[in-house]
């Protein structure tokens, strides 16, 4: 996968991560508590401008009291998708020319 692949992959996991944040009326602040995580690197994982490890992924979802990393994206709802299709299809288009 290329560099812009990685950036809209990490852009989509952070509107994903921000999305389920709300939803669950958590601050910055209090995900950053419960996942041990820094709020410094909370909202640069929800800007895209941070590149996440399986390990990192994990805290996430324990977090959001999630078993398994991958139940972050299975439970992901409609508008999240579509509101990250439109940036990455963007990507791919630009990488066409």
Known sequence: MGKQGKDALSEAFGVIIRTKRNRAGLTIAELAWISGLTETYIS???NG????SLDIIMKLAASFEHDEPGNLLNETPH???EAIRAPIQQRIDESKK
């Open 44 to 46: 640069e994982i929800e």
């Open 49 to 52: 401008k941070r590149n996440m």
């Open 79 to 81: 508008e999240v998708y």
